[in-house]
């Protein structure tokens, strides 16, 4: 069973630019696909980003390709989520993923993933 920790949240300026982490543990971080997943109030919960299990593929939703970056640093077990050029409309809590299966390319899909942590809330403010 894998454990994600999500980190760098908080109340930033429209146009900031920063770094959420994900400190994963509890199984081979190096095997598996992660994402990023965002959920807005009253909106349901969906993807931002996801990247492979080697880092060599990354996906991004229309809304935030350009602007937000996925990474993962293998050695240390984290994923990082890079916000450029932030809008109030990224405003959510944001959620790290972890594959189900080993070997993913960390894709858009939902269904991909099946361990989350608690949560990051991202305030853009005006």
């Known amino acids: 069973q894998v454990q994600l920790v999500e980190s760098g949240g908080g109340l930033v300026q429209a146009g900031g630019s920063p770094r959420l982490s994900c400190a994963a543990s509890g199984r081979t971080f190096n095997r598996y696909a992660m994402g990023w997943f965002r959920q807005a109030p009253g909106k349901q919960r969906d993807v931002v980003a996801g990247i492979s299990w080697s880092g060599d593929t990354t996906n991004y939703s229309d809304s935030v390709k350009g602007r937000l970056i996925i990474s993962r640093d293998n050695a240390n077990n984290t994923v990082y989520l890079q916000m450029n050029s932030l809008q109030r409309e990224d405003t959510a809590v944001y959620y790290c993923?972890?594959?189900?299966?080993?070997?993913?390319?960390?894709?858009?899909?939902?269904?991909?993933?099946?361990?989350w942590g608690q949560g990051t809330q991202v305030t853009v403010s005006s």
């Open positions: 993923a972890a594959a189900r299966a080993p070997y993913g390319v960390g894709s858009a899909a939902r269904c991909e993933y099946g361990s």
